[in-house]
Structures are given as structure tokens and as C-alpha cells.
């Protein structure tokens, strides 16, 4: 029987690993692709960030920080010494209308409580800041401009966070999990992201569409 079986080697599969494997447990990740061309990771932005509603999720991005720009040292190899997630901190910009607005003056106690360290200011103040924003049917925006939140690239991410896994133990092997009750192991991590109602029908996540527009300003 294993010890630690993650189903899914993406991001949160190979984080799982490295983590894992650091405490000393022994883990095997399972992954049908390890092309990942339908993993989410690779077709996400690499954004870290703290501006969310709830308490959890803004301490996890303050430790998002915390971590990515340690992994010099934290996830340095023998073959890579020097990893990299080549960081951008140029921060974020949350845009919102009337009808979201209460919902994020709620947030924004959250962030006070954590410490979040954003900004928030009310439409008509927008272009004091972001001149090339136009703020009609806006109510209020939140923002950081202290290098706290930016994106990374999520390759270069995740082959850290694997190699360092292996390094510490951890095996990844190519393999498609139909059902969890083939896994024979004391504990049975489902990483499979967006995929997971596959593996487990009771559980309502589903695979959804988002679209990215990318857009260049004359003036920052």
C-alpha cells in the first residue's frame, strides 16, 4: 500500500508532492497527461494575489508571496540551483459596478483584518491614477501598487515545484485514475482541478471557459 497517492500533477498536484515530501511522507503522482496540454495551470495568467472575499484565501496569497520569492533557495536542485518563476509584481486592478460594489466593501474588511495591504478608492477618482481607465458605470475600484501581488510564469513554476519533488522523494508516473477506489494508499489527494467530478460525482466543480483579453496602453 502507498503511503501518498495525488491524482493530477499539475500545479496543486506538484505542490502537493513537494510539501509532502518535505515532511518525510512518500508520495506518488499520478498524471494522464504529462504533456499537461489540457492542464489549467498552463493556460492560466500565473497571477498571485490577495484581493479576495474571504480570510483564507487572502492569507494564502500574502504566503503566495512569501514563498515564490523564496524559491531561490526553497526549490533549488541539483540540476537547477537557481529556480526561478520570473515574477512580475506590477500588481492588480479590481474594476467594480454597483451591483458588486457592496460585496466588495465587505471583502474590504477582510482585507483590513488580514492586512492585505490594497487600496480602495471610489470611481470618480480613477483617473487621478489610472488616467487611461474610463470610469463611467463604475462605483469603486480596489488596487495594490507596493510589488504584493503580479504574475509569475506557471511553467517555469511548476517545473520548480516537480524537480524539487523528485529531489526530495516524490515519483510522478503517467497513468489515468478512472475512479478513486483503484488507489490502494493511506491517504488519497484529488488534484485534478477542473476535472475532479470525474473522479468524484459529489462534488460540484466543472470545467469552465474563461477568456483573457490583453490590452497595451500608451501610458502606464
Not at 73 to 79: D, S
Not at 99 to 121: M, P, R, S, V, W
Not at 126 to 151: Q, R
Request: a positive charge; glycine letters at 8%; aromatic letters at 10%.
Amino acid at each position: 500500500m502507498d503511503d501518498v497517492v495525488v491524482v493530477g500533477g499539475g500545479i496543486i498536484g506538484a505542490a502537493t508532492a513537494y510539501f509532502l515530501s518535505k515532511e518525510g511522507r512518500k508520495v506518488r503522482v499520478i498524471e494522464r497527461d504529462p504533456a499537461y496540454k489540457k492542464a489549467s495551470f498552463p493556460l492560466s495568467l500565473g497571477g498571485f494575489r490577495r484581493q479576495f472575499f474571504q480570510k483564507e484565501n487572502i492569507n494564502l496569497g500574502k504566503f503566495a508571496l512569501e514563498f515564490i520569492s523564496d524559491i531561490s533557495n526553497t526549490l533549488k536542485t541539483k540540476n537547477n540551483p537557481n529556480p526561478t518563476a520570473s515574477m512580475v509584481p506590477n500588481g492588480y486592478l479590481l474594476l467594480f459596478g454597483p451591483e458588486h460594489a457592496e460585496e466588495q466593501y465587505e471583502a474590504l474588511k477582510n482585507h483590513k483584518a488580514c492586512d492585505a495591504g490594497t487600496k480602495n478608492i471610489p470611481a470618480s477618482k480613477l483617473k487621478e491614477i489610472f488616467s487611461w481607465i474610463n470610469p463611467v458605470g463604475l462605483e469603486t475600484a480596489t488596487y495594490t501598487d507596493s510589488k504584493i501581488e503580479g504574475w509569475i510564469d506557471p511553467h517555469m513554476f511548476h517545473n520548480a515545484l516537480k524537480n524539487k519533488a523528485i529531489e526530495l522523494g516524490a515519483k510522478f508516473e503517467k497513468g489515468n485514475v478512472e475512479k478513486l477506489s483503484d488507489i490502494k494508499a493511506k491517504t488519497i489527494v484529488s488534484a485534478a482541478g477542473c476535472w475532479t467530478k470525474e473522479l468524484l460525482d459529489d462534488i460540484p466543480v466543472v470545467p469552465q471557459k474563461h477568456t483573457v483579453f490583453r490590452v497595451k496602453c500608451q501610458k502606464h
